[in-house]
């Protein structure tokens, strides 16, 4: 499902978006910040959980 309710203004939105996202420090030469790539490949990836749970008494 699209984003946007009219697919013929995705350009001007795109356009809006990048230059915010230029602006932020997100996009930089044209191509998304190297910390930002990263931050978002991990964000496609199931994520794991590991814990670590100690009775330490205090419920006696």
Known sequence: MPSIA???D??????AVI?????MGV???GHVHPIVERWLQNLD???????????VGLNR
Not at 10 to 15: I, R
Request: no cysteine; net charge negative; proline share 7%.
């Open 27 to 29: 996009i930089a030469d």
């Open 45 to 55: 990836r199931p994520m794991e959980l590991a814990a670590v749970i100690v009775d």
């Open 10 to 15: 995705g350009n001007g939105q795109d356009g």
């Open 19 to 23: 230059e915010q996202f230029t602006e």
């Open 6 to 8: 009219h697919p013929e």
